[in-house]
């Protein structure tokens, strides 16, 4: 009888947590990004010289 009330509440807490995955990988991507572009621009500015 445990087991069978202990699944769906472990299910529900996936469900609870997936959302907020997907915006972690964005923020991460977003954040990599823009040190990606700081460096270059960065880097276009030091060639000028």
Do not use: C, G, Y
């Amino acid at each position: 009888m445990n087991d069978i009330v202990r699944l769906p509440k472990d299910v529900l807490d996936e469900i609870r947590w997936m959302p907020q995955h997907p915006d972690e990988i964005f923020n991460t991507t977003m954040f990599t990004l823009i040190s990606i572009e700081k460096a270059l621009m960065e880097w276009n500015r030091e060639d000028k010289k």
